[in-house]
């Protein structure tokens, strides 16, 4: 069965500096992985998505995720937070079929 | 694009009675699910339509879960005999493909409280 971890429940960082959510997956195939991002009383929204193409995957608002086979771990990355970027993260794997199976999520603060 | 809608937004019940959630989905959006979050936690699938067609059910859908789709356009979960387990959001979300890969549209969800 496919699942994701989230390795980190909650992040901190300041204004301007690099953000990094760690996700690692298991797939008994190659996976098609999302990243889902919820603010407060908003609907969740899509960030980008890995469907075998390039393992460098560019998304909105600067995020970005880089599949790594050897290392199953799709990690979301961002050169510099903004305070609108504090959220909910989530990491997401698509099960055979099409059902998306969410991780526990990421909770990303920014502080000024 | 007026995005997919939920109603109620709030639902508070006592345990025992039945509920029932809205979803209307993008227009011309052939899929639409049903999530359920719960606090600290990330969304569940529990079930999913292609146009009127209930596709696939989670095992988290018991038999007092049911959803329809019945004209392939808005959808409908109740929850029958309710319990405070219940108490959670129910996300709806639609997308328009057949890969299993397209972009899905969450409404905000409705949330559900059972006393």
């Known amino acids: 069965a496919q699942s994701v971890t989230q390795l980190d429940s909650h992040v901190s960082v300041s204004e301007g500096t690099p953000v990094l959510l760690r996700c690692n997956y298991s797939?008994?195939?190659?996976?098609?992985l999302f990243w889902y991002v919820q603010h407060p009383n908003k609907g969740l929204q899509l960030l980008l998505k890995?469907?075998?193409?390039?393992?460098l995957v560019k998304g909105i608002n600067g995020f970005e995720a880089e599949f790594k086979k050897s290392e199953t771990s799709f990690h979301l990355t961002k050169p510099s937070a903004h305070m609108s970027d504090a959220a909910e993260y989530f990491c997401?794997?698509?099960?055979?079929?099409?059902?998306?199976?969410f991780g526990k999520g990421t909770t990303l603060s920014v502080s000024s | 694009d007026t995005g997919v809608s939920q109603n109620p937004r709030h639902k508070i019940t006592k345990r025992g009675q039945n509920v029932t959630f809205r979803c209307d989905p993008i227009?011309?959006?052939?899929?639409l699910y049903w999530y359920r979050q719960t606090l600290g936690q990330g969304p569940e699938f529990l079930t999913y339509?292609?146009?009127?067609?209930?596709?696939?059910k989670s095992r988290l859908l018991s038999d007092r879960f049911s959803a329809e789709r019945p004209k392939g356009s808005f959808s409908t979960l109740e929850i029958q005999r309710t319990e405070q387990g219940d108490s959670a959001m129910y996300l709806c979300?639609?997308?328009?493909?057949?890969?299993?890969?397209?972009?899905?549209?969450f409404g905000s969800g409705t949330q559900l409280s059972v006393l």
């Open positions: 339509f292609q146009n009127e067609a209930q596709l696939e």
């Open positions: 997401v794997v698509r099960q055979a079929g099409t059902a998306l199976i």
């Open positions: 890995y469907t075998s193409a390039a393992t």
């Open positions: 797939s008994s195939y190659s996976p098609s």
């Open positions: 979300a639609s997308s328009f493909g057949g890969t299993g890969d397209e972009k899905l549209f």
């Open positions: 227009s011309e959006h052939n899929r």
